[in-house]
């Protein structure tokens, strides 16, 4: 790992068995779901933003002065962590200014919680499905089963429902979303499909009650359309955004009987529309795009343009700031974006943002320099060992679809290659890419909705040579393709089939130089409904083919007797005579470890399974190899193995549900559905025995704020790369 110079602000930590709580690498971003917030103060703003990540809510206070705004770091709410076991599908969410909590929906429940508590309120349990939320004020309204629902809520943000509710809509369509008009306070329901629905109350959401009635405003005249989004402008114009899957459409009425329709930019539309300015001009922000002038044809563009962007806005989920007109917040390919010119120029707010699903990572030999790929885009760092510099999310050709695999040439750190769906390679350290293989084409014909490039390895010791193993979601089956000139061309590798087009799922590959044969080892997985491939399969370089055979046969195993199993991780040794695999005996029964000593038995053979998570319903999901120990992932846990014990000890345990992607060792690398971590090795170094022995290597620097108000950074320097406590 890194020499570390510490900044300290007084840290505690647990240590587990070998293993330090994990150091989060400053990877931020990921999936966002929705955006919220809330008037602070004056001057300033408290926004919200729900991500599809273990850490499932984080807030950022924002100076939204008007000249000069100050956009601060997120923070994860402390009772909907990793750790609450709440999760990454929050949708809805709601903020409460009064009491400073925050809403969210799961299921038919009602949650809150404060940024200062760890604490979560069931707030209401329903009977059916909760579609939707919406705070005013002090008042809260959901959609329960077709049912509105409403009554206050106080200084504490408890709920006491109103005598009048619930009042029935009359849609039956889910999901419902609940709208206010700024200029008569008369709420409407709204529910999305190729014939929406649309529903007014006749009084103002302070005075419902039980004579309240309801009108339906019926927009016959849209085209056949996805017509999923609502939203009231200023001057209470209703607009209703939807796409025929390639293009968005923008749909308004003043009069809420006559449309006017028309079409805008390519992609779909969201999930919310905001507004910001008065009645008579203001802006729309909608998905990845906004109209500077109330929503009306032709004032329509990207956000981003003309002014530029980091990263590229995506269609998800817009806030407008609630004190400053001219900061809009919107979901981008990176995590979360803000403009303050009213989305004419947009860039990244996600530091704090640990809610990045990594998937894979590539490092040279020196630790100078590595790859991520993950859900949200592929990332770079520098400087690694020293003063690491990530870069923003990078997304090869514009394609923002999920990022599985990633290889970093250690021949010419020049060459990247990427996967997703398809291949991306860059021969100029990520500067430029070009898709050089999909499995989409003739003749594999793969599908487009399902298909994950699960791994990319190019051979170390002839680095022309690039395999690419492929999986399809369900009961369709992937290959093993190889490229033998850098990545320009490509075939397929028959593992179980003798034709091109679905052979096997595969989840990872490596090399092996063994006595002057080019040697790949592939891990497949075993699907029992469907058993087509298993375990590993030695594929050898046979002149211009490659001949593949299943390497845990009878023959292949210190058992004598076939292995089945889903090898989802393969990790050779530095000196490359023992290869480890781990994964999932028979697909399901439970987590598992082998070996092979490439020059000494060459047999597959089982580790032991004491100490080790030997039960059903598990699954192991990676495997590293350092200087003298064995380390695995096993759900959400870390178990490590040194070498020439008798059993695994558990090393550290994540939150319940997180995925442990990949491990690394340099020290220890994980990288989790929630981010990416580093763990310290044996122990912690404790200062005052470290000054005590040398007592003329300790620097100390002037601590700031001094004094301590309410906290102060102490940086110094100790003579040994160790964790501190």
Partial sequence: MKNFFFTIAVLTSTLFAQL????????????????????????????????ESANSIFYADVYANATTPVFNRFYVMPGVDATAGYGSNIQKIAAHQTSGNVFFLIDNKIYATNPSS??????????????????????????????????????????????????????SLNPSTIFKNPVTDQLYVFAGSTSPQIVKFSDNYYSMSATTTLSTIIPTTLSTLNWKNFGIGPDGRLFIVGDDEIQKFVAYSDDESTWTEFNTIGGVSGNSIAFSGSSTDYYVYVASIYSNYKGESGTWQGFGVPGGMETHPNDGDVYSDPNNLSIVYMTTDQGIGASIDNGSTIFEIDEGVEAVQVNDFSMTIDKQSAWIAAKSGLRKVVNYLTTPMWTNAIFPDSDGSPYYSIEMSREDTNRVFA????????????????????????????????????AIEECSFSPNIVMAGVEIWETQKGGLFVSEDNGINWAQIYLETSTDGEDVDVADIIFSNENGDTVAYVGAIYDLALPQGRSVYRV???????????????????????????????????????IYATGTDAGINHPITYYK????????????TAGYPFSYGKQ??????????????????????????????????YPNGTRINFLYYDELLAGTSFGLYGHLGTGSTDIGDEIASNPNEFRLSQNYPNPFNPSTEIKFSIPQNSHVK
């Fill in 419 to 454: 996967g997703n769906l398809r291949v991306y390679r860059s021969i100029d350290n990520g500067n430029n890419w070009a898709q050089v293989f999909t499995p989409e084409s003739a003749p594999y014909n793969f599908p487009s909705i399902g298909t994950m490039i699960n």
């Fill in 540 to 578: 050898v370089k046979n002149g211009t083919s490659w001949v593949a055979a299943q390497d845990m046969d009878a023959s292949g195993t210190s058992v004598g007797y076939p292995i089945t199993a889903t090898i989802q991780d393969l990790v050779a040794t530095s000196t490359g005579d023992t």
């Fill in 620 to 653: 192991s999901t990676a495997v590293t190899v350092g200087i003298d120990t064995i380390y695995v992932a096993v759900d959400n846990e870390i178990y490590y193995f040194p070498l020439g014990a008798s059993s695994w000890s558990l090393g550290y345990s």
């Fill in 597 to 608: 000593s490439i020059y000494g038995t060459n047999l597959w053979t089982t580790m032991t």
């Fill in 20 to 51: 330090s709580a994990p150091i989060v690498e400053e990877v931020y971003g990921g999936r966002i779901n929705a955006i919220t917030g809330f008037q602070l103060n004056a001057d300033s703003s408290r926004i919200f933003i729900a991500t």
């Fill in 118 to 171: 760890t604490f979560v309120n069931i707030v209401y349990t329903a009977f059916g499905v909760v579609d939707n939320l919406l705070i005013i004020d002090d008042y809260l309204f959901f959609l329960n089963s077709g049912n509105l629902r409403f009554g206050t809520l106080d200084a504490s943000g408890n709920f006491t429902e109103d005598s009048a509710s619930p009042i029935s809509t009359g849609i």
